[in-house]
């Protein structure tokens, strides 16, 4: 079975960077399209970014676009989420996710995603 564990959180001010990791064990990444969620207190969880099997095709939610960036290590087995400028309401528990595909494409549906991880409390605040 897939496991998936994200490292990387913690409390940071407004402005500033955070790079979180998801990296698999069980099984290879290499057949999975990744994808990473928010969820904050009281809010339904929602896609940030999500990255395709090669890493040729990314996808960001528009209040993230410009400010993070999600890449992946095949090898590594290894996803990240760069966070730039980060903002009070970026504040969220961050999930990775592996959607099992055979197409070269990602998409930010959580009921897409086969496995999930616990997750990285992300704190922005000064």
């Known amino acids: 079975q897939l496991q998936l564990v994200e490292s990387g959180g913690g409390l940071v001010q407004p402005g500033g960077s955070l790079r979180l990791s998801c990296t698999a064990s069980g099984y290879t990444l290499d057949y999975y399209a990744m994808g990473w969620f928010r969820q904050a207190p009281g809010k339904e969880r929602e896609g940030v970014s999500c990255?395709?099997?090669?890493?040729?095709?990314?996808k960001y939610a528009d209040s993230v676009k410009g400010r993070f960036t999600i890449s992946r290590d095949n090898a590594k087995n290894t996803v990240y989420l760069e966070m730039n400028s980060l903002k009070p309401e970026d504040t969220a528990i961050y999930h990775c996710a592996a959607d099992v595909t055979v197409q070269d494409m990602c998409v930010m549906t959580r009921e897409k995603y086969d496995y999930w991880g616990r997750g990285a409390q992300v704190t922005v605040s000064s």
């Open positions: 990255i395709s099997v090669s890493g040729g095709s990314t």
